[in-house]
């Protein structure tokens, strides 16, 4: 039986759902480094959508959780590396018309940019100045392309919640 202080360290499913969208949004922070300078698309794709940033993702998270829980975050941090590393394989799969196009996957140690021959995920146009840029998200084009999106994604989530929502709400919590 949990006691009162560990349910309470428990993540409750509203918090794990907040965590999953920060995380997997997390690569896409570079739009961040390019407004700070007017134009949000300069430094997409760059050192965030790498293996290593998935893999110190996974180390901070795992360090903090254990941080603030005192229970080993390894679990938890490895959970992290792993959404980072779903961002980066949609991004893989996805249309970048943009030089050099895909990711540099392997940054450090390589500068080579990786992208899929397969495309099964459109690119979203946006513009690449600071007062243009949210209202160019809104058009028919990027409606089209999140649509895509869920029909390829939403039957998997389904999937996966329903083949493995039961045993985690069963399961101890990491
Ligand atoms: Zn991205």
Redesign the pocket.
């Known amino acids: 039986m949990l006691s009162r202080t560990s349910v309470s360290r428990m993540p409750s499913r509203w918090m794990m759902l907040f965590f999953i969208v920060l995380v997997a949004n997390l690569?896409?922070i570079d739009f961040l480094f390019g407004w700070s300078v007017g134009n949000p698309n300069r430094y997409?794709?760059l050192w965030?959508?790498s293996i290593v940033f998935a893999v110190i993702t996974g180390v901070v998270v795992g360090a903090v959780y254990s941080l603030f829980t005192r229970k080993n975050g390894f679990k938890m941090g490895g959970i992290a590396a792993g959404i980072v590393g779903s961002?980066?394989i949609?991004?893989f799969f996805s249309k970048d018309t943009r030089a050099p196009s895909g990711?540099p996957l392997f940054w450090p140690i390589s500068s080579k940019y990786f992208l899929s021959p397969v495309v099964l995920f459109q690119d979203v146009h946006k513009a690449s100045s600071n007062e243009a840029f949210f209202g160019s998200l809104v058009c028919w084009h990027n409606l089209w392309t999140l649509l895509i999106e869920l029909a390829i994604l939403m039957p998997l989530a389904i999937w996966m919640y329903v083949k493995y929502g039961k045993a985690s709400r069963t399961a101890t919590p990491p």
Do not use: A, F, V
């Open positions: 690569p896409d997409h794709h965030t959508h961002h980066l949609l991004d990711m």
